[in-house]
């Protein structure tokens, strides 16, 4: 970090317009006075040099060069950036963007106008409120600057300019698809469908669909409580879990209590409060019996038979499990005994059953180690962020009268629960999770980059099972900000309550741990992502030219394998403590660096982010809209049935009427009786509107009146018919073609066929879709 301030050299937009004069720098960090009055208490750049060097560069400008004076380089720049399409808006409170912009050349046109209010305030954003008062503050701040500053004057001059790079903290706040392909954006659409605690519910059970992977095995599992079925599946897992806890009472208590008869040790665990058991011996505690333990072995073995499919040939009968009277009288002993109110006496004798039951479960079910002993539950808002509403409950009944009360419709689907994490790994004694980020350039092909930093949020409290408070076990900035460091508390810990992964990294060094973040931790999360973004590729709206940067929330739990807890969109850059002053503004930076600079360059840094994942690229199938089209001759059936006509010959010019195209026929009238006017021959380049209807030639005509004559003939035959030349030319058609035609090849191979007239060509339809009618014959013959 230099000690004081140092000459730079002028950058390139300014070489370009001060042509000679003596170098200096413009206020080329980009920053206005209320930014720099920030910047450097927040720590946003991380060079306490910079803003005098910032000062000192609008004097240099304004006092080096007389002639060439301040308006004149911000014309001058201004003119440079439209040229190269370098034109940015920003909406929020993003100094570290609009700094890294400036320092690339790039010019600000600010917002002259309202955002449409968005009136769902339940939305994904991590940053809404907080914006809200930072704003109000901006914009206070803006009307007391000067109006001669340089970047205000380069605003006033692109006003009426297309901005090329927008940053927002919501999509809503501009019109998404109105957006030119040239323009680019910091969102996408419909991404609900995983920056959504209800959307990351659903998504996840289709991830076997599209990746070889287990979503029990990085994601809790998690149900929406606003439909029947998925309360009854909830149900089902709560009473699944109340018999494996049971198992694992009678497990824990017997290991730990030296395998006396009856033993009362304490349990390994933190769950259960046994304490009560080894205080109060003598008989105020309730003796539960030991079916307690053969109904939870039942269950267990039940379950264990659906996930192995053996309960499909089981008769219907056989295959009830218990009543509902059976399963309220366990949850409610489940409850006593959980709760250090009651025991079982002949536990010992039932240890090797339940140890081999919960082996088996361990196996198939991956979530088996962070459930516990307690059941606990996080009730969640479905649609909201920043821990707002979230509360932890152990008790199936309290958490379905809450969802009860609120009376929603199932398509509203409020409510999400998710299974708590009751193993979570603790730092001295603190619970804490991890705020990932990576960021998405491209959705076809998928390509997706991740940050090699990261930060921990711990709780100000000290982690217990005992209390159900949202202050020990949810580890939110929001949350934590406004309570104060329990006493108690480690005061190893950090009073801010936050970590970067590298300080993390070496407190696992010291314990002897440090291959756990390379070789666990660390791939865990990224496959976590790398499978998520998968599943919901489909459920994106793919728009080119547009990225955009989420946060993943960890919780790690005691094996160091990393739980996927939400995704957020717009994570938050606010440096609310000095861990998020240094990392909140590399991160943006270095997406700029990715997002811009490696458009230009491939080869260039782009900080720490590294390629996650890159799919090949998915052609889509071309699209052709509808042609229709109907090929072939249209006729019409002749009103009386009339005898083949004999010896009747035609020459071979007439059998090489082409077949009639006809594309999407109109019903159009026929043209009126009478003699047919001659065919003058028609421009080609005429199109087929232009082109006037047509009639048959004389021939054919008089050959079917002289057949209606020759019902009532003795004689045999009429003799030959010789038609002149006709000439008739087919609408679809430009030169006669060679060769017999699709009606000619149609034609039997007996000779006596050729000398007969079809009936049906006196109605022909033609391409404008008109009958044509037989006309009376005229006096002379067609030329």
């Known amino acids: 970090m230099p000690s004081g301030p140092e000459p730079s050299p002028t950058p390139p937009l300014l070489a370009g317009a001060r042509a000679g004069a003596r170098r200096g720098e413009l206020p080329e960090a980009g920053m206005e006075p209320a930014e720099r009055k920030r910047l450097p208490s927040a720590s946003l750049e991380g060079d306490p040099g910079e803003e005098n060097k910032l000062k000192r ?223 109060s011996a003598d008989s105020r505690l309730t003796g539960l019996s030991g079916q307690l333990v053969d109904t939870a072995c039942k269950v267990c073995q039940a379950y264990l038979g659906q996930l192995e499919h053996r309960d499909i040939d ?9 009543t509902e009277d059976e399963w309220k009288d366990l949850t409610e002993q489940y409850y006593s005994l959980i709760h250090g109110d009651a025991f079982i006496s002949s536990s010992r004798n039932h240890f090797s059953q339940c140890q081999a039951l919960l082996n088996k479960i361990t196996s198939v079910n991956p979530q088996t180690e962070i459930d516990g002993l307690r059941n606990i539950w996080i009730i969640k808002p479905a649609a909201k962020s920043r821990g707002r509403d ?118 696992l060094q010291k314990r002897g741990r440090g291959a756990v973040w390379v070789g666990v931790i660390y791939p865990a999360m990224k496959r976590a992502v790398a499978n998520t973004m998968r599943v919901a590729q489909d459920r994106v709206e793919p728009r080119k030219n547009s990225f955009e940067l ?57 900080g720490n982010f590294e390629l996650l994942w890159r799919q090949p690229a998915v052609e889509l199938p071309p699209f052709h809209g509808s042609d229709l089209c109907v090929e072939g001759v249209s006729v019409r059936r002749a009103r009386k049935q009339m005898p083949p006509i004999s010896s009747a010959n035609f020459p071979p010019s007439l059998w090489d009427i082409q077949p009639l195209k006809v594309r999407c026929p109109s019903a159009m009238p026929s043209p009126p009786l009478g003699a047919p006017p001659t065919v003058p021959q028609q421009d ?32 045999p035959s009429v003799g030959k018919i010789e038609p002149p030349t006709c000439n008739f030319q087919h609408i679809d058609s430009r030169a006669p073609k060679t060769g017999p035609t699709n009606a000619e090849s149609d034609r039997p191979s007996d000779p006596k066929i050729p000398n007969e007239l079809p009936p049906a060509l006196p109605s022909v339809k033609t391409a404008e879709g008109a009958l044509l009618q037989r006309p009376k014959p005229p006096d002379g013959t067609c030329t």
């Open 57 to 279: 560069g609008i004097s240099q400008d304004s006092t080096s060069s007389p002639k060439l004076d301040r308006y004149k380089i911000a014309r001058q720049l201004t003119e440079k950036a439209i040229k190269e399409k370098k034109i940015f808006s920003i909406y929020g409170h993003y100094p570290v963007i609009r700094a890294t912009l400036r320092r690339k050349g790039w010019v600000e046109k600010k917002f002259h106008f309202l955002p449409k209010v968005i009136p769902n305030v339940d939305d994904d954003n991590a940053e809404a409120t907080e914006h809200k008062h930072t704003e109000g503050k901006e914009n206070q701040e803006a009307a007391l600057e000067t109006t001669d500053d340089i970047h205000d004057v380069m605003s006033r001059l692109v006003k009426n300019e297309m901005p090329y790079f927008l940053w927002t903290i919501k999509r809503d706040v501009v019109d998404y698809h109105s957006l030119s392909c040239d323009q680019m954006l910091n969102h996408y659409g419909k991404t609900a469908s995983f920056t959504t605690k209800i959307g990351l519910c659903v998504n996840m059970r289709s991830l076997p669909w599209y990746v070889q992977a287990d979503p029990d095995s990085f994601f809790p599992r998690c149900y929406g409580l606003c439909s029947e079925s998925e309360k009854q599946e909830f149900l089902d897992d709560f009473r699944r879990t109340v018999a494996s806890s049971i198992l694992k009472w009678v497990v824990s208590h017997q290991s730990h209590s030296g395998g006396k008869p009856g033993g009362r040790g304490e349990a390994c665990d933190p769950g259960p409060s046994n304490r009560k058991a080894s205080q």
């Open 550 to 606: 989420y946060g993943a929330d960890f919780v790690l739990g005691r094996d160091f394998q990393p739980w996927l807890i939400e995704i957020n969109s717009s994570p938050t850059m606010h440096a609310s403590t000095p861990v998020t002053a240094q990392l909140c503004a590399q991160v943006q930076e270095d997406t700029i660096k990715v997002v811009l600079d490696r458009r230009a360059d491939r080869s260039c840094d782009i």
């Open 390 to 507: 979230i509360v932890c409950m152990n008790r199936v009944e309290e958490i379905l009268e809450l969802v009860a009360a609120d009376h929603l419709s199932a398509k509203d689907n409020k409510w999400v629960v998710q299974k708590y994490i009751e193993t979570p790994l603790l730092i001295y004694g603190t619970k804490f999770d991890i705020r990932q980020w990576f960021l998405v350039t491209d959705w076809n092909p998928l390509t997706i980059w991740f940050y090699k930093e990261s930060y921990l949020r711990f709780s100000t409290q000290r982690f217990s099972l005992e209390s159900l408070d949202s202050a020990i076990h949810l580890c939110n900035n929001s949350i934590q900000k406004h309570l104060k460091n329990d006493k108690g508390r480690s005061p190893l810990l950090p009073y801010h309550n936050m970590w970067t992964s590298t300080r993390f990294r070496e407190y």
């Open 314 to 322: 089981v008769p219907e009968d056989a295959g009830k499990g218990l």
């Open 684 to 715: 080609p380049r005429l199109s087929e509107a232009q082109a006037g209807p047509r009639t048959l030639p004389a021939p054919l005509w008089r050959a079917a009146a002289r057949s209606r004559k020759a019902q009532s003939a003795t004689t």
